[in-house]
């Protein structure tokens, strides 16, 4: 299995351009996540999903829209890229339930707005 | 809301030496807590977790991490580090329902000399 992928791994944006990061999880999990990582802050979520169809706000989504027209997919899009959104961002995947469940993280997009 | 704090922003050892590393949450529901490592270039890797039953969890490389209800704690530890523990750690939490996110504290960075 594949896991949780991220695509592009690295991308450099001009301020202004717009772009789409792609977060795919093959293990038919419900749950998607979109966290940013930055020094000294931790991971804070940015935007999270718990079904097909469905997007909910985290802690810092301004600046973000996200989707999740197919349950294995969730996307995360700039419309308008700013210096500050340069960071590292990490999807995640969770079941809907049973015991002991856990959070399968992708290897991350690192992202540099110039 | 609920919320990370990990007191410890960046810790100094000697390989040999033991760790522990303070995690504390704010939250007062069930909550399900988790250790993660995240190797210098590398995506996060779970060390541990806490859903219920033995406060006193064991995970990978000899770390491990006992959860105190009374003092909303789950502190890390490991008895004897070794160079290869150099990492940034993240304590988290969710609020104990599968499927809703993780809270990261701000982290930790561990620095262990040989």
């Given amino acids: 299995n594949a896991g949780v992928t991220q695509t592009p791994k690295f991308r450099v944006l001009k301020t202004g351009q717009s772009m789409t990061l792609l977060c795919a999880q093959d293990m038919n999990h419900e749950y998607m996540y979109w966290y940013r990582q930055d020094p000294g802050m931790g991971l804070r979520l940015i935007h999270y999903s718990v079904g097909e169809g469905t997007t909910a706000k985290g802690e810092v989504p301004d600046g973000y829209n996200v989707s999740r027209l197919k349950k294995q997919n969730f996307l995360l899009g700039l419309e308008s890229a700013a210096p500050s959104q340069t960071s590292v961002y990490f999807c995640a995947s969770s079941k809907a339930g049973g015991r002991g469940y856990g959070y399968t993280f992708g290897s991350g997009t690192r992202l540099t707005v110039v | ?114």
């Avoid at chain 2, 007062?28 to 406060?55: A, C, E």
């Fill in chain 2, 1 to 114: 809301a609920q919320s990370v704090s990990q007191h410890n922003h960046h810790v100094i050892l000697s390989e040999a030496a033991s760790l522990e590393l303070g995690c504390n949450y704010s939250y007062g529901g069930t909550v399900n807590l988790f250790w993660y490592v995240q190797y210098p270039g590398q995506h996060l890797q779970l060390l541990l977790k806490y859903f219920s039953g033995d406060p006193l969890v064991k995970g990978i490389k000899g770390f491990e991490a006992e959860f105190i209800k009374s003092k909303f704690s789950f502190n890390l530890r490991k008895p004897s580090v070794q160079w290869s523990d150099t990492a940034e750690y993240f304590c988290a939490v969710n609020a104990g329902q599968a499927g809703t996110a993780l809270i990261f504290g701000k982290g930790t960075t561990l620095s262990v000399s040989s």
